[in-house]
């Protein structure tokens, strides 16, 4: 499981913890989220989204 | 044709470059910037000591880079003298530049209290990326660092070093931390969790004066009580950089005033960002400048867009006690209703119909909360 952050905000993707607020279950890979799903704290789209492993 | 200048290469001025380029692979673009061009995630500053993240590993695009991948030209290390508004012109110290349009993405200033004492010009701000390198040095080795101001900035930093091992003293005016945000029992909520991190708070307490004091300071505040610290960073808010469009004639409130499609009170001339004032709000964060950049894309892409906010809480990256805050516009009339718990505050802010207009979310499970709550916000900005 990976962690993922946004260049824009900040804000951290966990693949282990999913982002359950916006249907994104628990163990979801990056990969695997979808193309519609936006930065929940910026609203930048996945499309653009510049993830950095850390 | 000349190109569109946009002033400024932070995030309002490089994300409004991105976005215009989704719409508008080919019309000139310049971008001007005082700096180096490198294009960073600000948040990120007030974080990055505990992640150990150098000044090079925050920049996340050298200027050139982002010349190729957005077809820009970046003028970089480059100062802008004046704006000469009837001839669409710039006086720069790279030499004059002939705009077609032109966009103020120039951000803001820290705010600088008045101090006394012989080291008061060795405070430090950290607002960009060089600032944020200059810190690092400083930080090297230090043991004890003091923070002036306990709003949201302060309270990042402040949580950043204790985790990075460095003992951090805030001190504030006001009566609580983040005092603009929190309603009463949500501030006192967050300010014991932190204590509990081994911040130190003085409250209520202002400083008077910096001396030297061997490789440190020695600090006075109005009570008369001393504090020895090794480095102190002030972190007491901003305003917007308003000097170069008030000498163009532009007008200017609090910050450059533009109305709903981000026009100053000059044609041609756009402002977004730390710098705009946009129907009466200055909101110097991500997600307005986000929403900023878009609708400025289309209405330069030959689309007049109005800006619209929806409503847009504010993350507190204070991982001690995670916090989320949905301020109630300014005007609302109303009262905090504060739901205290052991591990969690939730606040909302009701006027006198019941309607809510803010809401404050601070503990793990209850920053969980904050999509379904902001969905029922009315917009900011319609």
């Known amino acids: 499981m990976k962690v993922y952050q946004c260049i824009v905000c900040g804000f951290v993707y966990n693949e282990a913890a999913g982002d359950p607020e916006h249907n994104i279950a628990p163990g979801t890979r990056w990969e695997d989220v979808p193309a519609d799903w936006s930065c929940p704290d910026c609203g930048v789209t996945k499309a653009d989204f510049e993830m950095v492993e850390i | 044709m000349h190109p569109i200048v946009i002033l400024g290469s932070g995030l309002a001025g490089i994300t409004l470059l991105r976005e215009l380029r989704k719409l508008d692979k080919t019309t000139a673009v310049t971008v001007v910037t005082a700096d ?38 970046l003028l970089t290390h480059t100062e802008v003298r004046a704006i000469h508004t009837e001839y669409s012109q710039l006086e720069t110290s790279a030499g004059t530049l002939i705009y077609s349009q032109l966009v103020l993405a120039v951000g803001a200033h820290p705010i600088r209290l008045p101090l006394q004492g012989d080291a008061a010009a060795e405070v430090l701000s950290v607002n960009n990326l060089a600032d944020y390198a200059r810190f690092r040095q400083h930080v090297a080795g230090k043991q004890r660092v003091a923070i002036l101001g306990a709003g949201l900035i302060g309270c990042e930093f402040a949580n950043d070093w204790q985790a990075a091992g460095i003992n951090s003293t805030v001190f504030d005016l006001a009566p609580q931390a983040l005092g603009r945000l929190l309603p009463t029992q949500a501030a006192a909520f967050l300010r014991n969790r932190l204590e509990a991190a081994g911040i130190q708070f003085h409250l209520q307490t202002s400083l008077t004066s910096v001396d030297k004091k061997g490789t440190g300071y020695l600090l006075t505040d109005n009570h008369g009580t001393q504090h020895e610290v090794d480095l102190l960073l002030s972190a007491v808010g901003l305003k917007p950089a308003t000097e170069l469009a008030a000498a163009a004639g532009l007008k200017i409130n609090r910050g450059i005033v533009v109305d709903q499609q981000l026009r100053t009170s000059v044609a041609n001339i756009y402002a977004l960002g730390d710098c705009a004032e946009v129907q009466g709000l200055v909101l110097p964060f991500v997600q307005p400048i986000m929403h900023a950049a878009r609708a400025l894309a289309a209405t330069l892409s030959g689309h007049p867009t109005a800006l619209r906010y929806p409503a847009m809480p504010v993350v507190v990256k204070t991982p001690a006690c995670p916090t989320v805050v949905c301020p109630p516009p300014q005007g609302v009339n109303g009262t905090w209703e504060e ?10 802010f009701k006027d006198e119909n019941g309607t809510a207009h803010g809401f404050a979310l601070l503990g793990e499970t209850a920053v969980k909360e904050r999509t379904s709550l902001t969905a029922q916000m009315p917009d900011w900005l319609t």
Request: proline residues 2%; aromatic residues 4%.
């Open chain 2, 36 to 73: 180096d061009g490198a294009f960073y995630s600000k948040p990120n500053l007030s974080n990055a000591l505990m992640l150990n993240k150098t000044a090079a590993q925050l920049a996340l695009s050298s200027s050139a880079d982002l010349a190729t991948q957005l077809n820009a030209t």
């Open chain 2, 339 to 348: 739901r205290i718990e052991s591990d969690s505050v939730r606040a909302i």
